[in-house]
């Protein structure tokens, strides 16, 4: 209809209605666009809001999964280091506790599970990361998910170097499998030899290499990540106005 008037008015040289049909023209298409991106701004706040509620989710996973695991490998570097001094002589103890016994047993164990942010990947490979309007919490996501690589990386590459003690060498420190009642699941209990151990230049070289690596283990892997992951947590939180 508009351009059957507009040819129309063309054709009589009817400058004013050329320009008015014009203008209603312009205007209808200019209506249309900010109708269309007001429709698009609605749509990707519903789909912000959901995607908030989802990545959440997903750090609660994150974080419950490995939590009682994350707890023992903070805890058992300290029973590790004093456990070493006694191997090396620096103690005038001459018995290993329960505790350190254990790190000593357990000191070439750094695997964990380490889920990842599948509602993140998607916004990724959707290209619309830009619907979450915090930029520092789009910024952190991303570096919790380059966190989350390299320490899977670190943890394959310190796994490289570390001793299985009580394989190795098993007359000094020999491993039984129990069950326990309270985890609900299988332990295992080591009995150690601290004089065989003290004499026994391979077994203290292998002690030092697991300590050194538990040490990278912790410092450039597991507590920047869990770190990384509170922080993410916490602008989620803030964002979902939620206080737990």
């Known amino acids: ?66 939590s009682r695991v994350v707890d023992r490998r903070m805890n058992l570097l300290t029973s590790l280091v004093a456990a070493s001094d006694l191997v090396l002589g620096k103690s005038e103890i001459d018995q290993l506790t329960k505790k350190e016994c254990f790190a000593i047993g357990d000191s070439h164990i750094v695997s964990m599970s380490i889920p990842g942010l599948p509602s993140l990947a998607e916004l990724q490979n959707e290209g619309r990361l830009g619907i979450l309007r915090d930029s520092e919490l789009r910024l952190e996501l991303i570096t919790l998910q380059q966190r989350n690589q390299t320490f899977k990386e670190l943890i394959i590459e310190v796994g490289l170097y570390q001793v299985n003690l009580s394989r190795e060498f098993p007359a000094l420190i020999p491993a039984r499998p129990y069950f326990d009642e309270a985890l609900k699941e299988y332990q295992i209990s080591y009995q150690c030899d601290l004089k065989a151990m003290q004499s026994s230049a391979a077994f203290i070289g292998g002690l030092g290499m697991n300590i050194d690596a538990y040490d990278a283990y912790l410092r450039d892997g597991l507590i920047p990540w869990r770190a990384q992951a509170q922080k993410v947590h916490k602008l989620l939180d803030f964002a979902l106005e939620l206080n737990h």
């Open 1 to 66: 209809m508009i351009l059957q008037r507009l040819t129309t008015a063309i054709r009589q040289q009817s400058w004013s209605q050329i320009l008015t049909e014009i203008l209603i023209v312009v205007i209808g298409i200019f209506l249309g666009l900010q109708v269309t991106d007001w429709n698009e701004k609605r749509q990707d706040r519903s789909d912000e809001s959901m995607f908030l509620v989802r990545l959440h989710e997903d750090m609660l996973l994150m974080e419950d999964i490995p």
